[in-house]
């Protein structure tokens, strides 16, 4: 049964029109986080939730938001949309009890988004 | 800088071995990781390594850890079909606060 769930898993939105990702785990982990990935490159981390504690990592456009009203779901908002962020939008959870966890991530299948 | 960098491309033929090779930056990391990647999937977690290790087996699998030269290894015995995908190591950043920082990817191909 998949862990983390990314719904939906193609998404086609237009130019500007406001966008909402979500993702769902059934582990229960304290820390869940948003990738970007376009093709051929490294996922790159837009930002993460250590419990309800949002950190956004520096070089994260404004236009990227989440928010995460319980432990089981997170959201990945995109205000206005530009041709630049059409990519895979991948999220991952894991359970860190400090900086000495190992920090493995557990990932979803994916979103994978269209901008016309 | 933060890259972790990987080769793109590797071929080989079914039943050999595959060496995916992979230098990172940040010698304080305590843990390094292999994540694997099928079209259009998330990454999946193959295996991680401990710092203080020099190698690790799993299977298949095997780690080499060499911390001096910052370089990690994935070797993959009797190499399938099946094992076509994406590999991607990773650093855990214990500076950066444990966030984990991933290379390109090297594309693996295996012909029959």
């Known amino acids: 049964d998949a862990m983390v769930i990314q719904n939906p898993r193609y998404q086609v939105t237009q130019f500007g029109k406001p966008v909402t990702l979500s993702c769902s785990q059934t582990?229960?982990?304290?820390?869940m986080y948003w990738y970007q990935q376009k093709s051929s490159q490294a996922p790159k981390l837009l930002f993460h939730?250590?419990?309800?504690?949002?950190?956004n990592e520096a070089d994260t456009p404004d236009n990227f938001q989440s928010r995460r009203p319980n432990t089981s779901f997170c959201f990945l908002d995109i205000r206005s949309p530009g041709l630049g962020d059409a990519a895979m939008y991948l999220c991952?959870?894991?359970?860190?009890?400090?900086?000495?966890?190992?920090?493995?991530?557990?990932f979803g299948a994916g979103t994978r988004l269209s901008v016309l | 800088g933060e890259d972790v960098e990987q080769s793109l491309f590797l071929s080989v033929r079914e039943g050999d071995s595959s060496v995916i090779n992979c230098t990172y930056t940040?010698?304080?990391?305590?843990?390094l990781y292999w994540y694997k990647q099928e079209p259009g999937a998330g990454l999946q977690l193959l295996t991680y390594?401990?710092?203080?290790?020099d190698m690790k087996q799993d299977q298949r699998l095997t780690v080499l850890l060499n911390k001096k030269d910052k370089h990690l290894s994935l070797r993959i015995a009797d190499t399938q079909t099946g094992d076509s995908a994406i590999y991607f190591c990773?650093?855990?950043?214990?500076?950066?606060?444990?966030?984990?920082?991933f290379g390109q990817g090297t594309e693996l191909s295996v012909k029959p």
């Open positions: 991952a959870t894991s359970r860190v009890g400090g900086l000495a966890s190992k920090n493995i991530q557990y």
């Open positions: 582990l229960n982990h304290n820390v």
């Open positions: 939730y250590y419990d309800k504690d949002f950190n």
């Open positions: 940040d010698s304080s990391s305590t843990y």
């Open positions: 390594i401990f710092s203080n290790m």
């Open positions: 990773a650093e855990k950043q214990d500076n950066q606060g444990g966030k984990l920082i």
